[in-house]
């Protein structure tokens, strides 16, 4: 009895061991192992010269991350009485919920009406290396205290005005001390600069791309991998590289044509010569990050182009004089769509205080 179990036992094994074995050869068939090209390792090298992967936040040792200062600092990037009316907060242009943008070709401002430049994306923004279309911004820090006080965005009509009003509010009152622990009047406009920076400098989104560089080739599908090939073939890293492939330089936008001509802009804006006065600035912006580009537009300065391989075929043309095909195009999509990565859900959700209001 004990032999016919056993023998049972080992045919039942042995028959199991076969149709497994069939299975793997039969998925094998149907999903052939990937082999790394001498090409993929190509394009694998290059990249890593020209780009870099994110980092998990974007620090500053001069304003040190902590989880108090970045809790009130998220507090205040989503509370609306930082503007005059109580209209506008931060996210009302840098919505979290939509990539750190509110998708409009300028944005409203707390009494109504529209700036002159498009809100570009708050995600990874804090690893530039100026801030603005124009530069005008060394850091996140400095860039926090601008639009409060701009009479179209915010309002605010001085520091002291939103200063008085957060410190009759008793929590906010808590949270400063808590944020700044080594300082007798911890309730200041630099301070609340400093917690609105801390906490933008957490919004770092590492996508598929960063495997990528980390040395995962099948991180990028085929077409991905491709469409990096042309974006770096075609000289576009002379500019977009980097760990957010843009955002730490100026660059005149229009180098073979007229932006105007071919993004149909109706305001003539010269970009840094309105700060600097300089004409050998005119057409100077800031290259933009191409993190997240996929969900950011509309596109450019001005937010004059709406469809991203419009953009694409402008950049093209008057910034490298060169003429895509549409095929082209179209691979170099592939990869900018690779670049699209968000904040976590809770990110995105206003603080229970504010909510409760």
């Not at 070709?105 to 923004?125: C, E, I, Q, W």
């Not at 600069?193 to 990528?212: G, M, V």
């Not at 492939?245 to 932006?259: C, I, R």
């Not at 600097?276 to 057409?283: E, S, V």
């Amino acid at each position: 009895m004990t032999v016919r179990i056993t023998l049972f036992t080992l045919l039942i094994s042995f028959v199991t061991l076969w149709a497994c074995n069939q299975k793997g050869e039969q998925k094998a068939q149907e999903e052939p192992s990937k082999v790394v090209t001498a090409l993929d390792k190509e394009i694998l090298e290059n990249a890593q010269v020209h780009f870099k992967p994110l980092p998990l936040r974007a620090d500053n040792d001069q304003n040190p991350i902590t989880e108090p200062k970045v809790a009130l600092g998220k507090m205040l990037y989503f509370d609306t009485r930082l503007s005059k009316t109580g209209n506008n907060s931060c996210n009302s242009c840098h919505n979290l919920a939509t990539f750190g943008v509110d998708n409009s070709p300028t944005s409203k401002g707390d009494a109504g009406k529209f700036g002159d430049r498009n809100s570009p994306t708050v995600l990874n923004a804090a690893l530039h290396s100026m801030q603005f279309w124009d530069g005008r911004a060394q850091d996140v820090e400095e860039q926090a205290g601008m639009p409060i006080l701009n009479p179209v965005e915010m309002a605010i009509p001085s520091k002291e005005f939103l200063v008085k009003r957060l410190s009759e509010i008793k929590e906010y009152q808590e949270m400063f001390k808590a944020a700044f622990p080594d300082e007798k009047q911890p309730l200041t406009y630099l301070n609340i600069q400093k917690a609105i920076a801390a906490f933008e400098r957490t919004l770092i989104t590492p996508s598929r791309f960063d495997k990528f560089l980390e040395g995962d080739v099948f991180a990028l599908n085929d077409d991905e991998r491709d469409g990096l090939k042309l974006f770096m073939d075609l000289g576009c890293i002379q500019c977009h590289n980097g760990a957010t492939l843009g955002g730490t330089s100026l660059q005149k936008f229009g180098v073979y044509a007229d932006y105007r001509t071919y993004t149909k802009s109706t305001k003539n804006d010269e970009g840094r010569k309105a700060v600097t006065k300089k004409d050998a600035d005119k057409d100077m912006f800031k290259t933009p990050s191409l993190r997240n580009v996929a969900k950011t537009g509309p596109y450019f300065h001005d937010g004059s182009v709406a469809d991203l391989g419009e953009a694409v075929k402008i950049m093209a043309k008057i910034q490298l004089n060169k003429e895509l095909k549409d095929d082209e195009v179209k691979k170099i999509l592939a990869f900018l769509n690779s670049l699209t990565a968000d904040v976590p859900d809770a990110v995105k959700q206003p603080p229970a205080a504010l909510v409760q209001q």
